[in-house]
């Protein structure tokens, strides 16, 4: 399924489930908006002490009915943002492609997911992504797409699960590990943050009447998460 019709697909399954909300909002932000998306990276050779997380997981590589479990679209109380979510996960999984990673509970429940993806599927990254994404170079490895159950958010499993899998990777010979997130996400900027990643380049999406116009721009070594600066100006004003 190509990009357009999995949107397509998307867009009228949330109708169909009255979720017109979630709909005209990304409708407004195809026909105008400009949205800034943090490219971060973190180099595996150097050592990164894994954050703490406050209950037991064990990570390793999904199997279908961990996706049936953490997608499932009738789990009672789920909004049209989480429907949209899992949407997408659902449509990516169903591409085959990539390496889907799950933290599951002590009694096997998945409670966390994330796609890796390598340099050998740089093909099938620029053809479903659409350009949003830089080649991977042989040593380079994206993270996309986490996704932590809503029971379980804020026990800190999203950074933990990415150190392992990182961890995983560099013993493969992955050296960088890059991953992109919109700039007003600041939950999970603060995730990557805690897993060792920092800002490295700045992607603009720009979108005029449903096309699509995507731009780079490189950071400095010393660009801070925009939660950190925040606070050293706070800092600043109070005097501190």
Known sequence: MNRLCEKVAIMAYLLRFRHSGVVFGELRRWLYSTVDYFGLCRDLAHPYDSPEVRMPVTIRAADHKDITTLLRLDRPG????????????LHLYKAHFGTCYVAVTADNSPCYMQWAFDASENSQIQAHFRGVFPLLAPDEALFQLPFTLEAYRGLGIMPYAMSQVAASLAASGVRMVIAFVARPRTPSLRGFQKAGFKPYVLRTDTWRLFRQKITFRQLSAETAYPFEAAASADKERRGD
Do not use: A
């Not at 789920?78 to 996960?89: A, K, P």
């Open 78 to 89: 789920i909004t049209g943002q989480g429907m949209f979510e899992r949407l997408q996960r």
